[in-house]
T-cell receptor
């Protein structure tokens, strides 16, 4: 019973590097989203998807790209990492109004 | 502009006592409210929710109260246990849409 799986758990990037944070869910949920958590800022929505082929921006989308080619997967891409993107990233899938979160990816950009 | 506000960054309570965590919202379109609990190095986990058509929902030691006229909800934990020590996030949604989270309240329950 995996639920929402995020990889990697930890990552250190140099400024300007690119990378993809992976997210997969096995609950057949249509709705998936990415949040970032920063100290004193709570959880802020980056991008979300209401189904395969459909994505939209959240509160803090700049610097991030997403795509949704399958129901199961919702990767988050950083094209040119910046120190301001140092954060903990959480992927979530939703059943109705209840969100199920992954364990998070701690990203440090130096 | 924050639509969901948790004005207390932290709360300390003794074991066995009641913990009350508060949350205010500004968006009148919100019709569903949730509380999430988060331990360090883990993802948030769903705790309890309430629809805007109700004013109270209870699940074991956890009760959520909603006051729509005041745009205020609270989470009561009775009795509090050391294992309840975590960060608690209040979240709100309108229809089947995105969740808007507050900044969180860190609860510390001491033995």
């Amino acid at each position: 019973n995996a639920g929402v799986t995020q990889t990697p758990k930890f990552q250190v990037l140099k400024t300007g590097q690119s990378m993809t944070l992976q997210c997969a869910q096995d609950m057949n949920h249509e709705y998936m989203s990415w949040y970032r958590q920063d100290p004193g800022m709570g959880l802020r929505l980056i991008h979300y998807s209401v189904g395969a082929g459909i994505t939209d921006q959240g509160e803090v989308p700049n610097g991030y790209n997403v795509s949704r080619s399958t129901t199961e997967d919702f990767p988050l891409r950083l094209l040119s990492a910046a120190p301001s993107q140092t954060s903990v990233y959480f992927c979530a899938s939703m059943r109705g109004t209840e969100a199920f979160f992954g364990q998070g990816t701690r990203l440090t950009v130096v | 502009d924050q639509q969901v506000k948790q004005n207390s960054p932290s709360l300390s309570v003794q074991e066995g006592r009641i913990s009350i965590l508060n949350c205010d919202y500004t968006n009148s379109m919100f019709d569903y409210f949730l509380w999430y609990k988060k331990y360090p190095a883990e993802g948030p986990t769903f705790l309890i929710s309430i629809s805007s058509i109700k004013d109270k929902n209870e699940d074991g030691r956890f009760t959520v109260f909603l006051n729509k006229s005041a745009k205020h909800l609270s989470l009561h934990i009775v009795p509090s246990q050391p294992g309840d020590s975590a960060v608690y996030f209040c979240a709100a949604s309108s229809g089947y849409s995105t969740l808007t989270f507050g900044k969180g309240t860190m609860l510390l329950v001491s033995p």
